[in-house]
Each structure stands twice: as structure tokens, then as C-alpha cells.
């Protein structure tokens, strides 16, 4: 079965600091899609990056980066100078190229402190 | 660009009741749209896959008699709980996958639906 880990349910970080959040796979398929969502207290999932699998270069987007690590099957999140805006949950989550559906982790909730 | 709209955003309804969500994609065309269910400080289950013209696609374990789904158009797809009960009560999400597109999915800002 393919699962996604997250396992830092929450965590916290002072303003302008750096906080990584963990997540690992598995699969056993050699092509898929990671995502990193946001949901903020509104509810409304954000789109934060995302990789593609056969890409060995990290995504990055503005203060978002990611480690992907295809071998170890892990895909963290790296949010660089932390602002009281990204306080919400992350939901990391996979998607093979096969399908239509993507699995979830149970996501990280990351309070960001003044 | 790619804005997905939910309505109603909260509904309260007595038990027995039937309630209808619907999910739009408001600047681009979907073919396939996602129905998942969030239940309180957990993480999105899908419930089912709906495709443009076609019968929706349900996961293991969800009745597709009670979860009522159409997607009758590019840019709209509902969601009808049928009889509803207590235990349906939930936060109800949908996304969209862009005509053409074969990866992101683009959420909507949810319902949630109170029975009484």
C-alpha cells in the first residue's frame, strides 16, 4: 500500500527563522508527483510546491524549498524566513503518474511565533 | 488563475434531510473533479473522482447511494448527501484538475456540513 508519513504533528518557529517539516513515502512506483499543501485556519488548501519524481533537482519556490531524497524516500519542506502567515497545517502528499489519486499524510501543524 | 469555489460555505441541516454542495472551477475548464472529506484535525480522505459526462469513480468503504455525485458540466460538479445523519457531519472539500493537465489539483475553500 502507498502511504505518506508525516511525523511531527506539530511544531514551532520564531519569526524569520528556518523550520523544516519531514515527510516520507512509499511506493514501490519509479514515477509520481510530491506535493506540499497549506491549509491555513480559513480551511482552504493552498498549493505550496510541488516535484516531480524523475526531476533530481530540488523544487523551490521563493521562501519554500524542498529535500527530495528519491533513494530514501523522503520529501522535506524547508520554509525560509518564517512569517506569522505561515502559521497552518501541511499536508505532504503523493500522487503516482498512473493515477488520479492523491495520498495524504496527516499533516504538521506549525505555529509561528513573534 | 486556477480559483475553485464551494457554496454553501456552511450548511446546517435536520437529519433525514437531503443537502446539495457544489464545487466550480470559476477560470478554467475541469475535467476531472474530487470530492474528500476532513474530519475535525484530521487529514483529506477521498470519497470519490468525478470525470466530465461520466459516472464518479467511489473509493472503498463510501456508498455511492447516499453520496450522490454529478459533474454535468466543465466547471461544475455537486455533491448530494442523501439522508443525512449525525454522523455524516464533516468538512466537505472539493478540488479540480485542469483540462489538459495532468498533476496539480486546485481545492476549494470547503463546507461544512452540520445534521442535526
Known amino acids: 500500500a502507498q502511504t505518506v508519513t508525516q511525523s511531527q504533528p506539530e511544531m514551532s518557529v520564531q519569526e524569520a527563522e528556518t523550520v523544516t517539516l519531514s515527510c516520507t513515502y512509499d511506493t514501490s512506483e519509479n514515477n509520481y508527483y510530491l506535493f506540499w499543501y497549506k491549509q491555513p485556519p480559513s480551511r482552504q488548501m493552498i498549493l505550496v510546491i510541488r516535484?516531480?519524481?524523475?526531476?533530481?533537482q530540488n523544487a523551490t519556490e521563493n521562501r519554500f524549498s524542498v529535500n527530495f531524497q528519491k533513494a530514501a524516500k523522503s520529501f522535506s519542506l524547508k520554509i525560509s524566513d518564517s512569517q506569522l502567515g505561515d502559521t497552518a497545517m501541511y499536508f505532504c502528499a503523493f500522487r503516482p503518474y498512473n493515477t488520479d489519486k492523491l495520498i495524504f499524510g496527516t499533516g504538521t501543524r506549525l505555529q509561528v511565533f513573534p | 488563475g486556477a480559483v475553485v469555489s464551494q457554496h454553501p460555505s456552511r450548511v446546517i441541516c435536520k437529519s433525514g434531510t437531503s443537502v446539495k454542495i457544489e464545487c466550480r472551477s470559476l477560470?478554467?475548464?475541469?475535467?476531472?473533479m474530487f470530492w474528500y472529506r476532513q474530519f475535525p484535525k484530521q487529514s483529506l480522505m477521498l470519497m470519490a473522482t468525478?470525470?466530465?459526462?461520466?459516472?464518479?469513480?467511489?473509493e472503498q468503504g463510501v456508498e455511492k447511494d447516499k453520496f450522490l455525485i454529478n459533474h454535468a458540466s466543465l466547471t461544475l460538479s455537486t455533491l448530494t448527501v442523501t439522508s443525512a445523519h449525525p454522523e455524516d457531519s464533516s468538512f466537505y472539500i472539493c478540488?479540480?484538475?485542469?483540462?489538459?493537465?495532468?498533476?496539480?489539483?486546485?481545492f476549494g475553500p470547503g463546507t461544512r456540513l452540520t445534521v442535526l
Open positions: 468525478s470525470n466530465e459526462g461520466s459516472k464518479a469513480t467511489y
Open positions: 477560470d478554467f475548464q475541469a475535467t476531472t
Open positions: 516535484q516531480e519524481a524523475y526531476k533530481q
Open positions: 478540488s479540480a484538475r485542469m483540462a489538459g493537465s495532468t498533476d496539480t489539483q486546485y
